[in-house]
């Protein structure tokens, strides 16, 4: 997938940073959330995200709760840990936008 593309996605929900202190910047000079940043944009939404690294794949998955029960709502998996965060937060907005939240 990549980086660029988890961002495309995630300024396709409508996404805006007006205070980029938690933001890193891609190549092309979007700016995007940083992990710590992406979990507490997930904790506004009501989720609770989590990633992890799979050693045995090279890659990370991050895996989202919500619905109190503990079960997971959503897993994605990327090549980096930023990646996979900011895919991560356009697939819960876009659970959110869907639910009317």
């Known amino acids: 997938m990549g980086l660029d593309v988890a961002i495309d996605e995630l300024y396709a929900t409508g996404w805006s940073s007006p205070d980029e202190s938690q933001c890193d910047r891609h190549d092309d000079g979007r ?7 992406a979990k507490r944009e997930a904790g506004e939404l009501g989720y609770d995200l989590a990633i992890r690294h799979i050693q045995l794949f090279d ?3 991050a895996e989202w709760t919500g619905d109190g029960s ?13 990646e996979t965060a900011v895919y991560a ?13």
């Open 31 to 37: 700016c995007y959330p940083i992990v710590g940043r």
């Open 59 to 61: 890659c990370y998955r």
């Open 70 to 82: 503990g079960s997971t709502v959503g897993a994605v998996v990327g090549q980096s840990e930023a």
């Open 89 to 101: 937060l356009s697939q819960m907005r876009r659970s959110a936008v869907g639910a009317g939240v």
